[in-house]
């Protein structure tokens, strides 16, 4: 008897102090492998204080990100949705210039750039807001269709019109028009809320805890059980 009333704290505290309450943490990989960063472990082990020099952020830091977010803000779009059409236009090279002439970031034809005022595409900042310019006004001609206005920004709005407001049948808007929605739906899910498929690993993880409770609570009532019993009083 004495074993069963040691057993019942000795649990309660075993189980209050194994760290199974400790905060979980969420990680998330990127959809695409050339840039996956390593997963995280779901509970990291304890540090010691970063110094300024051994900070690392939460993400990659991406080229231009800042300007880039803030040319979105300046042209009222989601600066997400910018992100995933240079990702998929340029992979964030300013550099970068197509076989049929289009340059930089977002890969934007001269002729579209000087139509909204921007003539030096090699320069980043005018290059991005040029691309934005005409993606904002897209949006706009096309009733805020996002699908329809990605599309005419890699095909032109004529071959919208041309195919009755539908997305032209080229193989190369097709695939563009895929794989920038894809880009914007992993970025909205990376910035907005938890990666859902981690979901199931942190339920595994959260099991054991709650048996290993119930356990301490159910050996903690049986011990204030067996204390306040007849036969413990007489004796």
């Not at 550099?95 to 921007?118: D, E, H, I």
């Amino acid at each position: 008897m004495g074993l069963l009333l040691a057993c019942g704290p000795v649990a309660l505290v075993c189980a209050q102090d194994s760290g199974l309450d400790a905060p979980l943490t969420w990680t998330r990989g990127d959809l695409e492998s050339d840039i996956s960063p390593a997963p995280a472990p779901l509970v990291p082990p304890p540090s010691p204080p970063a110094s300024a020099a051994s900070v690392v952020p939460s993400r990659p830091l991406l080229p231009y990100g800042p300007l880039i977010d803030s040319v979105a803000r300046e042209y009222h779009l989601d600066p997400r949705l910018l992100h995933a059409m240079i990702h998929v236009e340029s992979r964030y090279q300013q550099g970068a210039v197509s076989n049929k002439g289009a340059v930089g970031l977002m890969q934007v034809m001269p002729l579209t750039g000087a139509r909204f005022g921007y003539t030096d595409l090699s320069n980043a900042p005018d290059n991005l807001r040029a691309g934005a310019a005409y993606l904002r006004w897209l949006l706009d001609h096309f009733d805020h269709n996002l699908e329809l206005s990605i599309a005419a920004y890699n095909a032109g709005e004529g071959a919208i019109k041309k195919y009755g407001r539908e997305i032209p049948p080229y193989p190369e808007t097709q695939t563009y028009v895929t794989r920038v929605m894809a880009r914007y739906r992993e970025n909205t899910m990376g910035f907005a809320a938890p990666d859902q498929t981690r979901q199931p690993e942190v339920r595994a993880t959260e099991n054991p805890s709650t048996a290993l409770r119930s356990a301490a609570v159910f050996l903690h009532t049986l011990g204030s059980l067996l204390l306040a019993s007849p036969e413990h009083e007489d004796g």
